[in-house]
Structure formats: C-alpha cells, structure tokens
C-alpha cells in the first residue's frame, strides 16, 4: 500500500466508523497522533471534555469525539462525532496505520525443509528454520530467526515475529500473531514423586491449539498438553509473559494482562478478562463474564463467577473492599485495644485494693 493509498478524507473516515462529520468532511487525513504530538494531516481522539479545549488548540487536521461535542470544538478544522471515540480512533488507526506486510520471500540464511509445504506470499526471513512436514498458509510472514517445528501446521496471514519459536505438532490457525520470544509447545511442568522423593516426569505428549486472530505478546509461553490439547479460542488477546499451563482451555476473546501465570488444567470461558500478574492454582474454572482485578490469586479447583473479583485468595470486588478497609484500620484498632488493657488493668488493680 502506498502512502497516498492511506490518505482518506474525514468524511470517508465518519462513513467507516459510523460517526458524523463536522466542518471540512474534505479535509484529508493521513495519520493519528496524540493531541500533544499531532500535526496537520493528523487525527486525534477525546473522551472526556475537560480535554476539548486541548483538541481544539492542537495541529490535528481531525478531532474524534463524543456526539454533541462539535459544537464545542468550533475552531477545529474538522470533528468526527461518535458515541465511542475511542473505538472510533482504533478503527481509524487500521485504515491509515496497517501493520507492514511483507511480499513472498525467502531468505537465503531460512531452512526450509523438503517435505515442508509453503504457501502463495509467503515471507521467510533470515536464520527461519522450518521443519519436515511443516505447513505454513498464504500470506503469512515469518521473521528473523523463528523456528517452525517437525509438522506444525501455521494458518493463513499468520505473523511470527523474531526468535518465536512451535515446537513440533502444534496448530495456528488463521490471522495469529506471536510477538517476539513467545514459545508453544514446550513441555507442561508435571512431574511424580516416587517413595525415594525422585521425580519423575508424567508424559507431556499432547499440543496445542491456537485459533483465528489470536495475539500473543512477547515471551509469552503456552505449554503444550500432557495428553490432549491446550487450546486458546478464537480472537483472544494475551499480554507479555504470560505463562499459559499444560491442558489449559482458554474460551473466546479472553483478555489476559501481562506476568499471569496460569496453572495445568485451569479452564477461562469466553469473554472473561484477566488482569496482570494473576496466579492460578490448577483446575481452577473461571466463568464467562469474570473479571479478575490485577495481583489476584485464585486457589486449585476455584470457580470464578461472573462480576468482578479482587484479591488472594480471590473474593468479589466488594467484599475486598470490606476487608481492605479494614485492613487500614488496625494501627488505630491497636491503639485502642492497648487502651482497652490498660484501662482493665488500672480497674482490676482498684478492686484487689478494695478486696484488702
């Protein structure tokens, strides 16, 4: 695509996101930007109108911002209304900012083997290793010393950044994008303990499973099954370093932030969102509209109902809030208890002198 190619006028951009447009609708438009750092030719976003005045005074050639707020931006050159600005400015960013995609290519340094099956566009580059019986779908992009194993199979579009690394057996479907280090298909942590305490390790001989337009973020490992399959659904977002378990079932466009770790077994339904640095012990369940705050611990076998939880171990938002309250209270509950004895201590002395 070429830059021209990206250069849209605001009213194309109103009609793509469903917003109306205000002032020049023929303004053009070539790039997004933060209302700090935004030039002519730039679109910005404002949710909140403490913020207007800021978008009005910037160099953006567009302001995005809530229903009935044109009126206020007066001065701006152009204004895109919408109900949600900021999904608004996300869908803008995919048309004027694409991810590059590279042309069909193969490195001279990549190792692509015989057997393996390559497919239309593709683009392999330096130091790519690709294994025998390995399958890899049109149009995706394989870059700088990634490793694609023995028969696994990579979708259509898919991106692999530098140094990701499948191990043999496992499957990316479509429209899956490893950011740089993420490992799939390493060896589960599961190991027996015999009666001399020599552990022993249990047979980790399953895969994994990664569905459509998935995105996984640097460092990021899952772990392929003990028997079975670990699987991430469809549309599902994970963070950086995040460590996903042997026979973990993630569901549909899950949420999970940064440094998770999630335990064998555990089970995430659909629509679920986890914040950063949660612990899971193993065979926990996690229901379909939970959310869980960040630092939280949920202990082995828990189910996570819908609404929102905090804490360690795991409790309803409220309840923590209670109890958090609570915590903050007990230097003074201290005082007052010391008070408390002391009092009882001068009385109990005033009755034994009584007593003689």
């Known amino acids: 695509m070429n830059d021209s190619d990206r250069v849209k006028t605001v009213a194309e951009?109103?009609?793509h996101v469903g917003g109306r447009a205000v002032g020049d609708a023929g303004a053009h438009v070539g790039g997004v930007a933060s209302i700090e750092d935004a030039g002519r030719g730039d679109v910005v976003f404002v949710e909140d109108e403490k913020f207007l005045d800021a978008a009005r005074?910037?160099?953006?050639s567009c302001v995005i911002a809530p229903e009935g707020a044109g009126a206020k931006l007066e001065g701006a050159q152009?204004?895109?209304?919408?109900?949600?600005?900021?999904?608004?400015?996300?869908?803008?960013?995919?048309?004027?900012?694409?991810?590059r995609r590279r042309g069909a290519f193969i490195h001279p340094t990549a190792s692509v083997a015989p057997s393996a099956k390559v497919g239309e566009g593709v683009y392999v580059g330096a130091c790519v290793t690709v294994g025998?019986?390995?399958?890899?779908?049109?149009?995706?992009?394989?870059?700088?010393?990634?490793?694609?194993?023995?028969?696994?199979?990579v979708g259509r579009?898919?991106?692999?950044?530098?140094?990701?690394?499948?191990y043999e057996g496992v499957?990316?479907?479509d429209r899956v994008i490893l950011h740089a280090g993420v490992v799939v298909g390493a060896d589960g942590f599961g190991y027996v303990r015999d009666e001399a305490g020599v552990y022993h390790k249990?047979?980790?001989?399953?895969?994994?499973?990664?569905?459509?337009?998935?995105?996984?973020g640097a460092n990021a490992c899952v772990d392929r099954a003990a028997l079975g399959t670990t699987r991430v659904g469809r549309g599902t977002k994970i963070d950086n370093l995040v460590q996903v378990g042997h026979n973990v079932e993630i569901g549909e466009r899950v949420v999970i932030a940064?440094?998770?770790?999630?335990?064998?077994?555990?089970?995430i339904e659909s629509d679920a969102v986890i914040g950063g640095q949660v612990g899971f012990g193993d065979h926990a369940r996690v229901l379909s509209g939970a959310v869980i705050g960040s630092q939280a611990g949920v202990l082995p076998g828990k189910i996570v109902r819908p609404g929102v939880w905090w804490g360690t171990p795991v409790q309803p938002l409220e309840e923590y809030k209670r109890r958090n309250a609570s915590w903050g209270r007990l230097p003074r509950m201290r005082e007052e208890i010391e008070e408390l004895k002391r009092q009882v201590k001068e009385l109990t002395a005033r009755l034994d002198e009584k007593g003689e």
């Open 132 to 153: 025998e019986g390995a399958e890899v779908g049109g149009g995706t992009q394989i870059l700088a010393g990634a490793f694609v194993g023995e028969r696994a199979t």
């Open 202 to 216: 249990f047979p980790q001989v399953g895969t994994v499973v990664i569905e459509d337009d998935v995105e996984i």
């Open 13 to 15: 951009l109103a009609a």
């Open 171 to 173: 499957t990316l479907s």
């Open 157 to 166: 579009e898919c991106v692999l950044h530098p140094n990701v690394v499948l």
């Open 258 to 267: 940064a440094q998770t770790g999630i335990s064998g077994s555990t089970v």
């Open 57 to 60: 005074a910037c160099g953006a």
């Open 78 to 99: 152009s204004v895109i209304e919408t109900a949600r600005p900021k999904l608004a400015f996300t869908l803008v960013a995919e048309v004027l900012c694409p991810p």
